[in-house]
């Protein structure tokens, strides 16, 4: 059975100007290959970012159903909704601000995560309104320089997760950290952080806390640092079948298979004469006689405006490259002389099984990363999920 997203036409049948499909088994065979990757360690799949933009609910529960004992979400608002749709394994959320939801959190048994007093001591209030012990998550920040605490302020940090323990407001389930180059295999800042976040975990020792967990490896350290994965690894982009940096490898390389294919239906095809402007400005312009067809998916779906002119996509059985300028809603491709007809498909990425571009190239043709070209498909093209059941 295949869940989806798809919208009924006016005519009764279901048609999609572009649609984002998202193959759930190669979600559940990437799982299973990164456990093997992880070897004893636990895996946690993190599907924050409405699970880097291939649908949240669907994704987490295909990873729960492939063996995911933990999943992550950077938001309260994410993992409570996970805990809405009916999740009950264990999750843990990271990204807190003041006055944060702490409440519901630890009434839905959601493990939060502190990296300063601050945070500690509004989890311990919040434990003791509800009458509950908070499980808790320490962060400290061995080098990334973003959240987490500082080396300095990590013993009066743990002492005092230490007394809130003793006191039976909280229990310290894990102490974790986030690796700032990992995947550029070999940099010295690697050694560096393994470094300070085993000083961490002895000074955390020192103090009478025995966590449940230790966790500092991403996607990158998950597939080339065997030495960093501990009690867990925290897997992102490598769940969705995709490579966390070309130094790193390909998803082949590590048997991964990319998740979604994002494809759209052409909306127009015409023959145009040379010398003929394409698209705003007339960055593009026919060297002669020609076809030109319209993709009705623009900026506003997430496809890059700086694709202009160097975005590829599959049409007619060829890559083709954006002629000229990317606008909110479309795009037009130049065929040349090959035929097309409205309502043929344009593939814009997906696993490369037919010949089509894929996220990886994506990215490197428009100078980012595969992270922000799957998370930038907007909300408006829908998600049909395939392979629900097991």
Request: charged letters at 20%; hydrophobic letters at 45%.
């Amino acid at each position: 059975m295949n869940a989806t997203s798809e919208l009924p036409s006016p005519t009764g049948t279901t048609s999609h100007r572009v649609s984002a499909e998202i193959d759930l088994e190669a979600l559940r065979g990437n799982v299973h290959t990164l456990s093997e990757h992880a070897g004893g360690a636990g895996l946690m799949a993190v599907v924050k970012a409405d699970a880097y933009g291939h649908g949240m609910i669907p994704c987490a529960r295909a990873a729960r159903q492939a063996g995911a004992a933990w999943l992550g979400a950077a938001t309260p608002d994410e993992a409570l909704a996970l805990r809405a749709a009916g999740d009950r394994g264990r999750l843990m959320c990271w990204l807190w601000t003041p006055g944060g939801p702490w409440r519901e959190a630890i009434e839905a048994d959601i493990d939060v995560s502190a990296s300063a007093l601050w945070a500690l001591e509004e989890i311990v209030a919040a434990a003791r309104a509800l009458g509950r012990t908070a499980r808790v998550h320490l962060k400290i920040d061995t080098g990334l320089g973003r959240n987490g605490c500082r080396p300095a302020d990590w013993p009066d940090l743990v002492a005092a997760a230490r007394v809130a323990e003793k006191e039976g407001t909280v229990e310290v389930a894990g102490v974790w950290s986030h690796f700032a180059c990992a995947d550029e295999p070999g940099h010295p800042s690697i050694a560096a952080q393994l470094g300070v976040f085993h000083e961490a975990l002895a000074v955390a020792a020192r103090a009478g806390l025995d966590p449940e967990v230790r966790h500092i490896a991403n996607s990158p350290a998950t597939l080339t640092l065997p030495e960093a994965h501990f009690d867990l690894v925290r897997t992102g982009i490598s769940v969705y079948g995709l490579s966390p940096s070309p130094e790193v490898g390909l998803p082949r390389d590590f048997g991964l298979r990319p998740v979604m294919t994002l494809r759209a239906a052409l909306a127009n095809v015409k023959r145009v004469p040379a010398g003929h402007g394409v698209g705003y400005g007339h960055h593009y312009t026919t060297s002669g006689d020609t076809t030109l067809a319209l993709v009705p998916a623009g900026y506003a779906d997430g496809v890059p405006r700086h694709a202009s002119g160097v975005g590829p996509v599959l049409v007619a059985g060829k890559w083709r490259t954006i002629a000229g300028r990317v606008a909110m809603d479309q795009f037009a491709v130049d065929l040349g002389g090959d035929a097309a007809e409205a309502g043929d498909e344009a593939i814009l990425f997906g696993p490369g099984d037919r010949g089509e571009p894929t996220v990886e190239d994506w990215a490197r043709v428009v100078g980012t990363i595969s992270y922000e070209i799957v998370t930038r498909i907007g909300a408006r093209v829908p998600r049909v999920h395939r392979n629900v059941d097991v």
